[in-house]
């Protein structure tokens, strides 16, 4: 696999991180949000990359980024 694979999890992680600070969202989307996230980042721990970025980019997309 590239390398580029391996690193677009964080790249996205901190795209919300930074979204997260200035959202305005309603406390369930941001729920939804942060559960997207939590999930994507333990998929990407364990290697499911595809999975982390499927769940990383329904975050970004529910974030508008």
């Known amino acids: 696999f590239p390398v580029t694979i391996f690193g677009h999890c964080p ?3 901190k ?3 930074a979204a997260m600070k200035t959202a305005m969202l309603d406390d369930a989307k941001k729920k ?3 559960e997207l996230y939590e999930k994507g980042k333990a998929e990407h721990e364990a290697g499911n ?3 982390s970025e499927d769940d990383l980019a329904e975050a970004m997309k529910l974030l508008g980024i």
């Open 11 to 13: 790249m996205d992680m």
């Open 49 to 51: 990359h595809k999975a």
């Open 15 to 17: 795209k919300i991180d």
């Open 32 to 34: 939804k949000v942060m």
